[in-house]
């Protein structure tokens, strides 16, 4: 904790009159008003941005998969942006083989009360890599690595990139591809014979079972607890 | 298969005719009528048929009326166990180690369409039925059951226990997995059981 806990009131930096929240009524399903940060993307970032939608009165910037960790950056840290909270990683691929798979970052900012969706375009044939932001935003760490699970996306930069739904020694690839099918890939007894020849521990890696590494996270106190012989639990 | 394939027994072997005395017959009435009615339940709820499960066990349907009321929430004091819900396959692992964890005499009680054949779950992440990993005495349909039906299925096993017979050695048998595929049952019987049924044959599949 580096700062104190301050309470985050919606919608405070944009002035000092704030609308209460109320439900949007008549929503236009495309000529809504863009999210004005779009508007300061391309300002800054020039033809990194590609694209603007906006659908529903929801944003939607398409960026340059090659800047999108200096794009969130920006959005995280400028005072005009001030994205201080990522809701959602995770990717869609369609039907249609020519579609590219999309890979989609949620940002909202509280204290200007914004949405913004960030989305890159992973073309068929090129490798599936896109830059993280778990240096940005801690919450990514899971998300990512869900989005890995399932997409087989790598990205770049993650700390600790591996499966996390599924359990880690699975064979069978990345079942929300469109070319997974829909009972797996081996059959029925086989899928069993794999996951039963496993420890219940075995899908944990070594460093959340160990306990030895959180020792020195303890007090002094409950170390020296702990070095006189109590047990503790069972 | 090299599996040990538990015999079905349809008449109880005691020897020669009245070799089974009326001590023997009036304790296994005795012994079965303290199991039967105090079966202790594990409860292992993983969806929404817990819900209804906990809805058994609270005062309305009151299970406490059948001798069940102490939940066993440690699967080592448990004698039934109550599967409530479907099992991925990550789960697996540790319900097969739950119930080796039970003592016996234990049976199991398979509630809900998903815990018995993975019901609309027809998918890569779903065990199509907890009998490709442990053994099932009763399995009780709907989805999720009635607490009715929930207990009328315990009744159903309350029947089954007053049924058995100390002289009868294979019910207590301990069936050991295969060691090279730590299975049950044999491999092609899986498959053919979970072959997709009903409307999931027609389901669309990826046509890449």
């Known amino acids: 904790m580096s700062e104190s806990f301050l ?5 405070h930096a944009e002035g000092t009159e704030v609308a209460a929240p109320s439900t ?4 236009p399903y495309r000529d809504g008003t863009p999210n004005p940060s779009a508007e300061a993307l ?4 020039g033809e990194a941005v590609q694209r603007v939608d ?10 340059d998969r090659a800047r999108v960790a200096e794009i969130v950056q920006w959005l995280h840290d400028d005072p005009s942006q001030r994205y201080d909270y990522l809701s959602d990683v995770t ?11 999309e890979v989609v970052w949620h940002l909202r900012s509280l204290p200007y009360r914004r949405f913004l969706r960030l989305k890159t375009l992973l073309y068929k044939g090129q490798p599936l890599v896109v830059p993280s932001v778990w240096a940005i935003y801690k919450s990514a760490d899971w998300m990512e690595r869900e989005c890995y699970d399932m997409f087989g996306i790598r990205f770049d930069g993650h700390p600790d990139l591996r499966r996390i739904l599924m359990w880690e020694q699975y064979k069978e690839g990345f079942p929300l591809r469109k070319d997974f099918p829909l009972r797996g890939r081996f059959s029925r007894s086989e899928q069993l014979r794999q996951i039963l020849a496993l420890n219940p521990e075995a899908k944990y890696s070594m460093e ?8 020195d996270e303890l007090s002094l106190e409950q170390r020296q ?7 503790v639990g069972e | 298969m090299g599996l040990d394939t538990r015999r079905v027994e349809t008449n109880v072997d005691v020897g020669s005719a009245g070799s089974e005395s009326w001590v023997t017959t009036k304790l296994d009435f005795l012994v079965n009528w303290g199991r039967a009615n105090s079966l202790w339940p594990m409860p292992f709820g993983t969806a929404c048929c817990a819900i209804e499960f906990m809805a058994t066990a609270a005062s309305k349907f009151d299970l406490a009326r059948f001798g069940m009321e102490r939940m066993s929430f440690s699967p080592r004091q448990a004698d039934v166990l109550i599967c409530a819900g479907r099992v991925p396959f990550k789960l697996a692992p540790v319900l097969r180690r739950i119930w080796q964890q039970m003592p016996q005499p234990k049976w199991c009680i398979s509630m809900g369409a998903c815990a018995s054949s993975g019901g609309m779950f027809d998918n890569y992440a779903v065990v199509q039925g ?4 442990i053994p099932v005495d009763v399995y009780v349909p709907g989805c999720p059951p009635r607490p009715e039906g929930l207990m009328y299925g315990i009744m159903m096993l309350q029947e089954k226990v007053k049924k058995e017979r100390m002289a009868d050695k294979s019910l207590r048998n301990e069936m050991e997995p295969d060691p090279r595929s730590q299975l049950y049952i044999p491999p092609p019987l899986i498959d053919e059981v979970s072959e997709p049924f009903g409307n999931s044959v027609h389901q669309t599949r990826s046509g890449l």
Do not use: M, Q
């Open chain 1, 7 to 11: 309470p985050v009131l919606a919608g």
């Open chain 1, 24 to 27: 949007p009524r008549n929503i």
């Open chain 1, 91 to 101: 990717a869609v691929e369609y039907r249609d083989v020519d579609r590219p798979i």
């Open chain 1, 225 to 231: 607890r702990l070095r006189a012989g109590e047990k």
């Open chain 1, 42 to 45: 391309r300002a800054r970032f």
């Open chain 2, 130 to 133: 907890i009998d490709t990993i």
């Open chain 1, 208 to 215: 959340e079972l160990s306990v030895l590494d959180a020792f």
């Open chain 1, 54 to 63: 906006v659908v529903w009165d929801e944003t939607t910037v398409f960026v």
